[in-house]
């Protein structure tokens, strides 16, 4: 069975200070990651995705995310966080022809 | 369309009656999925068509609550009977999973701005 963990319900970072999400997920077979982002009274939005290739993901609005095989991990980053990156993020797995399945999100606030 | 949309926005019912929330999915995508969210709270999984296959519907809560996807396309997911716990935001998403194609969008969830169901 597929699963995903975000071990932190609420992360808090200074603006300007390196930001990290964390993920670690369970599939059989090979797995495809996502991260997705949600403001406010908003539908999720696709940041990135890794299916196959470099290990270093780079996404949308300055986020990274780095697949790591042997740990099983897809931790989300951002050198330098902006108080508008304040938002719930969930990270996603899927292997081939499986449903997605979702953690239970994380929230992130940047503090100014 | 451009995205996926969703109606209505907004809905207020009252305990007992029967609601339809609609999803148009982009256009082309061969997978729609239905989720339910709580205030602030995590995604819940109801159900997931692909294709022309029998559809997954292993997160439905309940027999009170159904879903169709007619001619691959539109979906309409059914509450019967509505209880106050069935409050909440009910999104839609759609993806290109299948097939040759798809380039870059390949596998990536598009998912519209939800509906927010009142159950009074």
């Known amino acids: 069975a597929q699963s995903v963990a975000q071990p932190e319900d609420q992360v808090n970072v200074a603006e300007g200070n390196p930001l990290t999400v964390k993920c670690t997920y369970s599939v059989s077979g090979n797995p495809y990651l996502f991260w997705y982002v949600q403001y406010p009274n908003r539908g999720l939005q696709f940041l990135l995705k890794?299916?196959?290739?470099?290990?270093l993901v780079k996404g949308s609005y300055g986020f990274e995310a780095e697949f790591n095989k042997s740990q099983t991990s897809f931790h989300l980053k951002k050198p330098s966080a902006l108080v508008s990156d304040s938002a719930l993020y969930f990270c996603a797995v899927r292997s081939y022809g499986q449903n997605f399945v979702f953690g239970p999100g994380t929230r992130l606030s940047v503090l100014p | 369309g451009a995205g996926v949309s969703q109606s209505p926005s907004n809905k207020v019912t009252e305990k007992g009656k029967d609601v339809e929330l609609r999803c148009d999915p982009i256009s082309g995508h061969t997978a729609l999925y239905w989720y339910r969210q709580s205030l602030g709270q995590g995604l819940e999984f109801l159900i997931y068509?692909?294709?022309?296959?029998?559809?997954?519907k292993s997160g439905l809560p309940s027999d009170r609550f159904s879903a169709e996807r007619t001619g691959g396309s539109v979906s309409t997911l059914t509450i019967q009977r509505t209880q106050q716990e069935d409050s909440a935001v009910y999104l839609c998403?759609?993806?290109?999973?299948?097939?040759?194609?798809?380039?870059?969008?390949?596998?990536?969830?598009?998912f519209g701005a939800g509906t927010r169901l009142s159950v009074l």
């Open positions: 068509f692909q294709g022309n296959s029998a559809p997954d």
């Open positions: 998403a759609s993806s290109f999973d299948r097939g040759a194609g798809g380039g870059e969008a390949k596998n990536i969830q598009y």
């Open positions: 890794y299916i196959t290739g470099d290990n």
